[in-house]
């Protein structure tokens, strides 16, 4: 099972992306943020090529304003070289790309002015899988969009608009099932329709299964066969609820028991699966370490390294539980390992454990700070244990630190982070 996420990585700094408000989108800005844009890129493919994650959904924004008139550069021309050797990156790395315009890119709204910006952003999103060199297999997730007081004529306008695409753009093109109007039976009718593929979304289709419908495993298989050889595998898209939130809220990580379970009654199948979840590229790993039948203690000992502090700042004695956990080298206790930390993170970091994990982090900087760098910590944490600063002060502080002091552990930690 290939397994995947979306947009964010999370303790890769270097993979972040650079973000413009519209008022400072000049020529030179938005060349500036794009060729940065890119360069975190390609540090997440190859992030996700070395942790063995083959699959990545690319932000609408690695080229800001893409598809809108304050963005005059013509940036598959000025980028191509580099546009090209990152697809060529992402092919050796062999981690399939994809994209998914935001909730406003409506192909059947009523509205034709809506519907002129759809096109254009959906154009956009298939140019720069172009400009990538990706095949069809690299796809533009979309959902059928809204109901306007009448479900059936908007699902029809969906297919008539689909079909009107132009076809460089149609190739890319996959329809997915929501969460409150387009059932997956839907978002079938529709593929079928357009003659596009359909991708499964399994907490939609639990959200929003419709009277009548088929089961999961049934829908799947149905989906299967609007893949064609040249779309590659089947995909699915695979979330959990967050308990006590509105429904079809993402949840902070994916649940074990709850993701193995869903693996184990595909009997077989073997989709590509894009992970839906808030903590991304943490829990892809979680998933593929807890897949793995061969795994060893040294897996987990480096998803400790990326966690140990974030544990520590929540659940001191989780913490210590941990570590003697990894002390057997001959075992792989990993749902027990996620177990423990998935417990600590869910709980609120007490005062007392958050200043001694912020303390211990400070001590990989203290030696080589100055004095007045010590000073201005020893009084943020002073500002801290009297509740005239929050924890988050405290972390950007370190962070920024440890950037200073080319702190690679602790930046490419989930500190900073979760």
Not at 109 to 131: G, T
Not at 237 to 265: C, E, K, M, V
Request: glycine residues 10%; aromatic residues 8%; contains cysteine.
């Amino acid at each position: 099972m290939n397994i995947g996420y979306a947009s964010k990585t999370l303790g890769l700094p270097e993979g972040r992306m650079r973000f413009l408000a519209m008022r400072n989108a000049s020529d030179e800005r938005l060349a500036e943020a794009i060729g940065a844009n890119l360069w975190a890129l390609e540090a997440v493919i190859r992030y996700c090529g070395a942790n063995g994650i083959r699959l990545f959904r690319i932000g609408s924004d690695v080229i800001p304003f893409g598809s809108s008139p304050a963005n005059r550069l013509d940036w598959a021309h000025a980028f191509g070289e580099r546009l090209a050797a990152i697809g060529a990156l992402a092919a050796r790395n062999q981690v399939r790309l994809s994209m998914h315009p935001g909730q406003y890119t409506v192909l059947n709204s009523p509205d034709d002015d809506v519907v002129r910006r759809a096109v254009a952003d959906l154009a956009y999103h298939a140019a720069f899988l172009d400009a990538l060199g990706t095949g069809a297999e690299a796809k533009v997730v979309l959902h059928v969009g809204g109901a306007y007081g009448d479900k059936e004529a908007a699902l029809k306008r969906f297919v008539a608009r689909c079909r009107e695409l132009d076809a460089g753009v149609r190739r890319r093109l996959v329809v997915e099932n929501d969460d409150r109007l387009f059932t997956a039976e839907d978002a079938l009718a529709a593929s079928e329709a357009c003659g596009i593929p359909m991708v499964l979304d399994v907490l939609h289709h639990r959200l929003n299964r419709g009277p009548g419908g088929r089961d999961g495993l049934e829908l799947l298989d149905a989906a299967a066969r609007t893949w064609g050889p040249q779309d590659g595998p089947q995909k699915v898209h695979y979330a959990q609820q967050t308990p006590g939130r509105r429904l079809g809220s993402h949840a902070d990580t994916i649940g074990l028991d709850g993701f193995l379970a869903f693996a184990a009654s595909l009997e077989g199948r073997a989709p590509d699966v894009m992970l839906e979840v808030k903590d991304k590229n943490v829990s892809a790993l979680k998933c593929l370490n807890a897949l793995d039948a061969h795994g060893t203690t040294a897996v987990l000992e480096r998803a400790w390294a990326a966690y140990k502090y974030s544990v520590l700042e929540h659940d001191q004695a989780v913490y210590q539980q941990v570590r003697n956990l990894l002390k057997d080298k001959a075992a792989y206790p990993v749902r027990e390992f996620y177990r423990l930390v998935d417990g600590a993170l869910a709980r609120p970091a007490p005062p007392g454990s958050a200043r001694n994990a912020a303390q211990h982090v400070w001590g990989y900087m203290s030696g080589a700070a100055s004095a007045r760098e010590r000073a201005s910590f020893a009084r943020l944490m002073e500002r801290y244990e009297g509740g005239q600063a929050d924890l988050g002060a405290v972390k950007r502080h370190l962070a920024r630190l440890a950037g200073r002091y080319g702190q690679e552990y602790l930046l490419h930690s989930y500190y900073f982070d979760l």
